[in-house]
């Protein structure tokens, strides 16, 4: 059994509601000071009213999820949301040419480092206006290790977003150590919420934080697209204020 079970089957396209779709990806490692902590991966795709497909958080390419994808539109978006979420930007830049890439702030830096996806061409701006800009709000979510772009696609009620809410669930961890650690850091489901050592990058700035997850709720999503562990099909409102609770002004 793996450390960490993936949301089989991984690499194809999964209807979430009308025009979107997610792809669970592999399990990758990330971590540092030499220890890496496994985690599944889950990318999103909308289709624009135009036809043209908005990417986000691309997971690994196969030639039959290109197939797919190439079946529902032309992609046109490839969005990297924060610095972690980039490492298969580059394969999907080679196979989308013609796409225009966004990253937020930080992406370029760290890609640089790791001699991936260095190129990009959009810095995603809190005040950008971008093609897609009508039918997805965005919102850049700042913290001392991180800024992460999250989404709202508003014709489905849809908010996607990466880091902000992780939700492991135990029975798909095999090893008992990143078991214990995903209760430790408070990112276990049902209660999964910002890992507590992330969570401290954002403590000089909780109460810009909670600005920001109050525009989410005022946005009153329907449903929650995370990248890591089971993601929230309904209650997402009740889901945000339960998940954002250790900031000031949030209440369940």
């Given at each position: 059994m793996a450390v960490v079970e993936t949301y089989?089957?991984?690499?194809?396209?999964?209807?979430?509601?009308?025009?979107?779709?997610?792809?669970?990806?592999?399990?990758?490692?990330?971590?540092?000071?030499?220890?890496?902590?496994?985690?599944?991966?889950?990318?999103?795709?909308?289709?624009?009213?135009?036809?043209?497909?908005?990417?986000?958080?691309?997971?690994?390419?196969?030639?039959?999820?290109?197939?797919?994808?190439?079946?529902?539109?032309?992609?046109?978006?490839?969005?990297?949301?924060?610095?972690?979420?980039y490492w298969w930007m580059g394969k999907w830049v080679a196979a989308?040419?013609?796409?225009?890439?966004?990253?937020a702030p930080g992406v370029a830096k760290q890609a640089?480092?790791?001699?991936?996806?260095?190129?990009?061409d959009v810095d995603l701006k809190a005040d950008g206006e971008y093609p897609w800009s009508a039918e997805l709000k965005m919102l850049l979510v700042s913290g001392g290790y991180l800024t992460e772009a999250v989404f709202f696609h508003i014709e489905?009620?849809?908010?996607?977003?990466?880091d902000l809410i992780q939700n492991y669930?135990?029975?798909k961890i095999a090893n008992p150590i990143f078991r214990f650690m995903t209760r430790w850091s408070g990112?276990?489901?049902?209660?999964?919420?910002?890992?507590?050592?992330?969570?401290?990058?954002?403590?000089?700035?909780?109460?810009?934080?909670?600005?920001?997850v109050r525009t989410m709720i005022s946005w009153q999503p329907q449903r929650i697209?995370?990248?890591?562990?089971?993601?929230?099909?309904?209650?997402?409102?009740?889901?945000?204020k339960r998940a954002f609770r250790w900031l000031p002004g949030i209440s369940r």
């Open positions: 089989e089957p991984t690499g194809i396209l999964k209807p979430v509601t009308d025009g979107v779709w997610i792809v669970d990806g592999p399990v990758i490692g990330f971590g540092y000071l030499g220890v890496k902590f496994p985690f599944p991966t889950r990318m999103t795709i909308v289709r624009l009213a135009d036809g043209g497909l908005w990417v986000h958080s691309p997971t690994e390419l196969s030639g039959p999820l290109k197939s797919a994808v190439d079946a529902l539109g032309q992609v046109r978006h490839l969005i990297a949301p924060n610095r972690i979420h989308y040419a013609n796409a225009e890439t966004y990253a640089r480092r790791n001699q991936r996806f260095a190129d990009y489905t009620g849809t908010l996607v977003i990466t669930e135990s029975e990112a276990a489901d049902p209660d999964g919420k910002m890992p507590i050592d992330l969570r401290s990058t954002f403590l000089l700035r909780r109460r810009q934080m909670a600005g920001a697209i995370i990248a890591h562990g089971r993601w929230y099909e309904t209650n997402a409102v009740a889901e945000l």
